[in-house]
């Protein structure tokens, strides 16, 4: 089992960049299917993008194009690059891991696009 702790988010401008990271401790991570989901005020928490052990990725279409999600299992980490973010990316960003059923999600890291 691992846990997962996420970093990176912040205030950023309409049009601007973040990256956010997620750290695993614990064994096994590369045998973990990893997800960063998003939950805005007053929403369901929606899945922003995801990448399994094999590697294959997939994204929310609103996102697509503009996030690229990536991982390093030799860092056991999890990354999210966000580019061309809008006023509507506003969410708390969280960092999902499973395996075999089980599943361990972060804190969640705050991501606000504002002027």
């Known amino acids: 089992q691992v846990q997962v702790v996420e970093s990176g988010g912040g205030l950023v401008q309409p049009g601007g960049s973040l990256r956010l990271s997620c750290a695993a401790s614990g064994r096994g991570f590369s045998s973990n299917d990893m997800g960063w989901y998003r939950q805005a005020p007053g929403k369901q928490r929606e899945l922003v993008a995801a990448i399994t052990s094999g590697g294959r990725i997939n994204y929310a279409e609103s996102v697509k194009g503009r996030f690229s999600i990536s991982r390093d299992n030799a860092e056991n980490t999890v990354s999210l690059q966000m580019n061309s973010l809008k006023p509507e990316d506003t969410a708390v960003y969280y960092c999902?891991?499973?395996?075999?059923?089980?599943?361990?999600w972060g804190q969640g890291t705050q991501v606000t696009v504002s002027s």
């Open positions: 999902r891991a499973t395996y075999a059923g089980w599943s361990s």
